[in-house]
């Protein structure tokens, strides 16, 4: 029995074994035959293009042909949701490389050892052999064409924000930002142009999030501080300086426990970020310095942010006690040296608007409605007028017993500031807010000591 099976498993044997022979004699008689000929194996595509079995210029006419009537009866596209831009080959100066293509389709199975042309010969034979397209383009124009695309579609996102009209509070809805990611496109661009003609390629674009949701805005449903002051609009420089420091402050969301900075959000005060010079007080005398009159937005803001009963963590007061509020509350801000900040220290988001009308700056706080605060003021207690000294200077260009006010010296002030909460029209709570000391300014006369001639000889 044993022998039996064993002589079964040998006959089996030598039966493949002469298969396989027969397969591999014909594979080879086969692939002979197509040695001495002028053809392309069967089985080789250029692109998609089939040229196997025909000759060089056979498959040279082939693939220009066909690449011509691809290109000139469907242009290419790139897209993006509905929308589709056609490329032409035109428009980009678009060529195939026919004579090297060809001759690489012409080498398969004909190059190297016996190995290497023997397995390209049974790929093509048997599962096709595809080279891929070569095409040249310029990439100059088609960089233009894509840059121009991603033009028409990159947008800044637009942040939630709030519309307050007949004491209502509406929100008006984000809007998400487009940016097309040019990188990735043009690597994706340059890998489908070599694959396949004509193309549609869909366009990566990254969605760009707002900072300010309608979820963040959610709570905040009423007003709940109003603060104006007023500027001379006829002052270009400082009118200037002042739109574009509260444009800076406009539309921005407060969360519980942040800390606003006002030097952060407004940026330095430079030429190059749009600020112009104007007068500015400084050490007591008004002299030309660039951002001047930005200091009456971040006060005007100070007093909004103490109206909505915001907690103060840096606030410094002038030199000189500025016209535009009461006195004890200017908040002064220089780059790098002085800022304004305040902290949100509700439950909620807060939100700030500013507006400038004709000679008025608006700042308006808004949050998430506090029924038990109906009333804050802002009192100034302990107010002393500190008078001028009047400094004598001899002067000997001046006639004896003349006089003149070389300047008139200032008064200086002390206050102390309180913030007052009332609720249910009864006092709750009182919290002092600073006490600010303006010096006063010398006043300076000048008395002549020079003698006249007459006088002397008398």
Same mark, same amino acid.
């Given at each position: 029995m044993k022998i039996t099976i064993n002589q079964r498993a040998k006959n089996i044997m030598l039966f493949l074994s002469i298969i396989i022979l027969f397969s591999l004699t014909g594979f080879i008689a086969t692939t002979t035959a197509f040695d001495v000929s002028d053809s392309i194996y069967e089985g080789v595509f250029i692109g998609d293009i089939p040229v *196997? *079995?025909?000759?060089?210029?056979?498959? %040279?006419?082939? &693939? &220009?042909? /066909?690449? !011509? /009537?691809?290109?000139?009866?469907?242009?290419?596209?790139?897209?993006? %949701?509905?929308? !589709?831009?056609?490329? /032409?080959?035109?428009?980009?100066?678009?060529?195939?490389?026919?004579? *090297?293509?060809?001759?690489?389709?012409?080498n398969i199975g004909r190059l190297g050892n016996i190995a290497k042309r023997l397995q390209e010969k049974f790929i093509a034979v048997n599962y096709g052999y595809t080279i891929p397209l070569s095409l040249h383009y310029n990439h100059v124009k088609l960089e233009a064409i894509l840059n121009r695309i991603a033009d028409s579609i990159n947008s800044n996102p637009e942040d939630a924000s709030l519309i307050y009209q007949n004491s209502n509070v509406n929100i008006q809805p984000e809007k998400n930002g487009h940016k097309v990611d040019l990188e990735k496109t043009w690597l994706d661009l340059n890998a489908i142009i070599h694959t396949r003609i004509p193309f549609t390629l869909e366009l990566t674009v990254n969605e760009i999030t707002p900072k300010i949701s309608s979820k963040d805005l959610a709570e905040v449903d009423s007003l709940l501080s109003i603060y104006t002051t007023e500027f001379d609009p006829y002052n270009e420089n400082r009118s200037k300086n002042i739109s574009l420091a509260a444009k800076n402050v406009n539309h921005i969301l407060v969360r519980p426990d942040e800390v606003f900075s006002f030097n952060k959000n407004v940026g330095e005060r430079l030429s190059e970020n749009g600020y112009k010079e104007a007068p500015v007080l400084v050490d007591g005398k008004l002299v030309l310095d660039w951002g001047g009159g930005v200091c009456q937005v971040s006060s005007t803001l100070y007093n909004a942010a103490l109206l909505a009963n915001m907690s103060i963590e840096e606030r410094t007061s002038h030199f000189r006690p500025p016209a535009y509020v009461p006195l004890g509350q200017d908040a002064a801000v220089a780059d790098n040296l002085l800022d304004f900040k305040f902290k949100n220290t509700t439950d909620s988001n807060i939100y700030i608007t500013t507006e400038i009308l004709d000679r008025e700056i608006i700042v308006q706080i808004f949050g998430k409605n506090n029924p038990t605060l109906s009333d804050i003021r802002i009192i100034g207690t302990n107010k002393k007028v500190l008078e001028p000294n009047t400094i004598i200077k001899q002067d000997p260009a001046l006639e004896l017993g003349s006089q003149v006010v070389e300047y008139a010296g200032e008064k200086g002030f002390q206050i102390t500031t309180y913030r007052i909460v009332f609720a249910n029209g009864q006092e709750v709570k009182r919290e002092h807010l600073a006490y600010d000391e303006f010096k006063a300014e010398d006043k300076i006369v000048r008395i002549g000591t020079k003698m006249l001639s007459n006088q002397l000889t008398k």
């Open positions: *196997g *079995g025909l000759s060089i210029d056979e498959a %040279k006419s082939e &693939i &220009i042909i /066909n690449i !011509k /009537n691809q290109t000139a009866n469907s242009p290419n596209y790139l897209t993006y %949701k509905t929308q !589709k831009w056609p490329i /032409n080959a035109n428009d980009i100066d678009l060529e195939i490389n026919a004579d *090297g293509l060809v001759q690489q389709a012409y």
